[in-house]
């Protein structure tokens, strides 16, 4: 058959579907009540739609058309049930007969779940040995249908209220019973030729099993609750119809669309929620009837809505854990990594740096990448800039960590899924884990910004010492000038207290000048501009102590000579003043990219950061370049101060 031809058919099928359920409905209005008709209604324009759209995508498969031949017998036999009840109050023909025929219809629909179970999904059985389902239910339907039309039971569902076929014999209960039992054990084998086909199944094909064994479970259900409490509990009877309302939804959708739904996810939600259903419900029934008993039942009843309200999301967490533990390993694997992930961190057995190889881990991708905007800039969980763009299969998922940060992560674009299953379980590690990031983020900027003054204030003083050199002492150097050259001019003329103040004043020009200059030294010695090799030495020649001096004559970044020169500076002067040192020993060395320090001398030790601000101060310093500074002072024995600074 064509396409074209295929689809023509189909739409003519769907036309008299339409037709015969409209009718069925119609005759309903204003006899009976029409719930009952519409949702039949509605069963069968599920059905022959869902067939339609599979035969409109692929003519020949032999699925959408047992659908679309499934609605066509129904609705006929829908129109006739409510013909036969409208026609009993107005006195039509056959109207009694009609509804005998329509009730005794429902073997057919049987059948036709026997076949799509048998041949879902590729039309075909899983081998020629499974036809004797086929045959067991046409022995069943031989013996169930006479049993059912001469049943006097039959009388119950008919508007007049008896079986005008009903036969007193002893034969017709138990061949209705045996056809029953053929019948049932067709649909369980059926079943079981569904599960069989399911376990030897992979990739697309299990996927699509899936969506048709869930239809399967929920039949499983409401079939054989319907047949026991068909006759107890009357609004049992819509449940067979709601449930093939969503058998063919789920044939379609496998056939169709398998790929677009997640039918791990519909599954766990129906079995949980269900699970939850039954749970609540049961025990909101046991706390009213038990409550009941002491209490007005208005009483009760509130008493047993709050227990329900109290426990239905701890309920809900234990059962969707166990569902999915069953039905979605893969999720609950997944959750289980980053919780697990959460509570070292919590417990303070695992860094928060280990996040992204544990986002890996729980996703299954080695290239997954996490990141961390802040003011516009993406950050790596160690703080360095990061760029997280989507790439080809790749996509970048975002969520709203707080504190104004958006964790962004970078997966394959099949796992969005479950990458948002896993952030949501690992949230408070990522919010850990994101604060972290900000922390460093903020020291950096603070070490930049005390590094940035540092060096502003270095060149301040190098500006002042220039200037105090070139300026005020070259005046001062002048004046001492001129000051004896005026003496020298007197000659002796002058009185003797003319040459005392004379001598006096040169005296206390060189005294200033001898200040200015140790003023200026501090600022920042011009030996600096030789390199730090030589400004050391050269501060090692005004120490009153020995002072040994070991390094190469290699030159770094000026604003880490400046630090490093200072650093000696003040160790040497503590050494001196503090310590009573009788030696020290300057060493520096370019050592893995930083510049090391050390300061060792001999004498009383004993020093503490925490009793002055010298040491504070070569810290505080150490720190601004990104660098560090330890102490090792033990009395009696000496001091040692070791500084890193990054040089490169």
Avoid at 387 to 400: C, F, H, I, N
Avoid at 510 to 519: C, P, Q, V
Wanted: hydrophobic share 50%; glycine share 8%; charged share 20%.
């Amino acid at each position: 058959m064509s396409q074209s031809a295929a689809r023509f058919l189909v739409a003519a099928v769907v036309a008299v579907t339409v037709a015969a359920e409209v009718a069925a409905v119609a005759f309903a209005v204003g006899v009976v009540p029409v719930d009952q008709p519409a949702l039949y209604a509605v069963t069968a324009l599920v059905q022959v739609a869902a067939g339609a759209v599979i035969v409109w995508n692929f003519p020949r498969h032999p699925i959408g058309w047992l659908l679309v031949a499934i609605a066509m017998t129904q609705a006929p036999f829908d129109a006739a049930l409510s013909y036969g009840r409208h026609g009993y109050a107005e006195g039509w023909p056959g109207a009694r007969y009609a509804e005998i025929v329509s009730l005794s219809s429902w073997p057919a629909g049987s059948l036709a779940i026997i076949l799509l179970f048998l041949m879902f999904p590729d039309g075909r059985f899983l081998s020629p040995r499974w036809w004797w389902v086929v045959a067991a239910w046409a022995v069943g339907a031989t013996l169930l249908i006479p049993g059912w039309i001469l049943n006097p039971r039959l009388g119950d569902d008919l508007s007049a209220g008896v079986n005008p076929l009903a036969i007193d014999a002893s034969w017709v209960e138990p061949v209705f019973a045996v056809g029953m039992t053929f019948i049932g054990t067709s649909l369980v084998a059926s079943v079981l030729a569904l599960v069989m086909r399911f376990r030897r199944s992979h990739g697309v094909e299990r996927q699509q099993l899936k969506w048709v064994l869930l239809a399967a479970a929920i039949l499983a259900v409401a079939l054989p609750a319907t047949a026991a409490l068909w006759s107890v509990w009357p609004p049992i009877r819509y449940a067979p119809a709601l449930a093939l309302t969503f058998l063919p939804l789920a044939v379609c959708v496998a056939i169709v669309r398998h790929h677009l739904y997640d039918i791990d996810l519909v599954i766990s939600r129906t079995v949980a929620y269900g699970a939850i259903t039954g749970v609540l419900g049961a025990a909101y029934a046991g706390i009213v009837l038990a409550a009941g008993a002491f209490v007005a039942s208005p009483v009760a009843a509130a008493a047993a809505a709050a227990v329900v309200a109290t426990a239905f999301w701890p309920l809900r967490t234990w059962i969707q854990d166990r569902v999915d533990r069953r039905f979605r390993r893969a999720r609950y694997e997944s959750r289980r990594v980053m919780a697990d992930f959460a509570d070292l961190l919590r417990r303070g057995e695992a860094d928060a740096d280990g996040i992204e190889e544990a986002l890996r881990t729980a996703v299954g991708d080695g290239d997954l990448a996490l990141g961390f905007r802040l003011e516009g800039t993406t950050y790596d969980v160690s703080g360095r800039p990061r760029e997280l763009t989507p790439a080809p299969g790749r996509r970048v998922a975002s969520v709203d960590t707080g504190h104004h940060v958006v964790t962004l992560v970078c997966h394959r674009g099949t796992d969005d899924r479950l990458v948002a299953d896993v952030l949501d379980a690992g949230r408070l590690a990522l919010e850990i884990a994101a604060l972290q990031m900000e922390l460093r983020r903020r020291l950096e900027e603070l070490d930049s910004s005390r590094a940035r003054i540092v060096a502003v204030a270095d060149e301040e003083r190098r500006r002042l010492a220039r200037d105090l050199h070139d300026g005020a002492q070259q005046r001062l150097v002048s004046i001492g000038l001129d000051l004896r050259h005026a003496q020298h001019t007197l000659n002796g003329s002058a009185p003797p207290e003319v040459d005392r103040t004379l001598d006096a004043a040169v005296a206390e020009l060189g005294n200033a000048i001898d200040d200015l200059r140790e003023l200026a030294s501090g600022l920042r010695p011009a030996s600096l501009d030789q390199g730090l090799a030589s400004a050391l030495r050269e501060l090692a020649t005004r120490s009153p102590v020995p002072v040994v001096v070991r390094g190469a004559p290699e030159r770094f970044a000026t604003e880490v000579e400046v630090a490093a020169y200072f650093i000696a500076a003040e160790g040497l002067t503590n050494a001196v003043k503090h310590a009573s040192a009788n030696s020290v020993v300057l060493t520096f060395v370019r050592e893995q990219g930083q510049l090391v320090l050390t300061v060792a001398d001999d004498g009383t030790g004993g020093a503490d950061a925490r009793r002055g601000s010298g040491l504070l101060g070569l810290i505080d310093r150490a720190r601004a370049h990104g660098g560090s500074l330890t102490i090792d002072s033990t009395p009696s024995v000496g001091t040692r101060l070791l500084a890193r600074l990054p040089c490169e």
